[in-house]
T-cell receptor, first 115, second 113 residues
Framework: AQKITQTQPGMFVQEKEAVTLDCTYD???????LFWYKQPSSGEMIFLIY??????QNATEGRYSLNFQKARKSANLVISASQLGDSAMYFC????????????FGPGTRLSVLP | NAGVTQTPKFQVLKTGQSMTLQCAQD?????MYWYRQDPGMGLRLIYYSASEGTTDKGEVPNGYNVSRLNKREFSLRLESAAPSQTSVYFCASGRDRATYEQYFGPGTRLTVT
């Protein structure tokens, strides 16, 4: 079975500092994708970053980077230079090529950026 | 492009009433999904459709039915609403491979009293 674990229900970070949100995953399939989504208080789901299981390099998108450690089955999101607008829920998700079309989401981490 | 649209945005039902949540996408995606989001639970898949004419159960299908009307539209029906179905419902669409992200609609906040 596919599973995503996010062990940090809530995190605080000072504005302009970096923060790491943890995500571990479980799958026996060799081909999969890992995704991070942001959900601000307004409720919409915003795609942030993607990492493929065969990608050699860690993904980066602006201030977001994904620390992919395949052997440990972890896909942590790093946000550099936090901004007040980064305060939101963050969800890690996985999609496996051979597991139908399903995405599996973690329970989320609520990030609060302090001024 | 509107992306993924959902109607209604908010709905209050009494126990036992029925309703249909509508979803449409204009990105020509084959795959469409319905999720529910409860506090502290993340998103859980109710049903998905890999292509027009096909639907499959997700993690929490009980109490729901779906229809993939055409490539653009995927509706979710509650035949006899229960308080346990109070939740936020998201529709999403995406391309077919694991390398592609999902695009989400704005959500429907449903309360069953």
């Amino acid at each position: 079975a596919q599973k995503i674990t996010q062990t940090q229900p809530g995190m605080f970070v000072q504005e302009k500092e970096a923060v790491t949100l943890d995500c571990t995953y479980d799958t026996s399939d060799p081909s999969y994708g890992l995704f991070w989504y942001k959900q601000p208080s307004s409720g919409e789901m915003i795609f942030l970053i993607y990492q493929g299981s065969y990608d050699q390099q860690n993904a980066t998108e602006g201030r977001y980077s994904l620390n992919f450690q395949k052997a440990r089955k972890s896909a942590n999101l790093v946000i550099s230079a936090s901004q007040l607008g980064d305060s939101a829920m963050y969800f890690c998700a996985m999609r496996v090529d051979n597991y139908g079309q399903n995405f599996v989401f973690g329970p989320g981490t609520r990030l609060s950026v302090l001024p | 492009n509107a992306g993924v649209t959902q109607t209604p945005k908010f709905q209050v039902l009494k126990t036992g009433q029925s309703m249909t949540l509508q979803c449409a996408q204009d990105m020509n995606h084959n795959s469409m999904y319905w999720y529910r989001q409860d506090p502290g639970m993340g998103l859980r898949l109710i049903y998905y459709s890999a292509s027009e004419g096909t639907t499959d159960k997700g993690e929490v299908p009980n109490g729901y039915n779906v229809s993939r009307l055409n490539k653009r539209e995927f509706s979710l029906r509650l035949e006899s609403a229960a308080p346990s179905q109070t939740s936020v419902y998201f529709c999403a669409s995406g391309r077919d491979r694991a390398t592609y992200e999902q695009y989400f609609g704005p959500g429907t906040r449903l309360t069953v009293t």
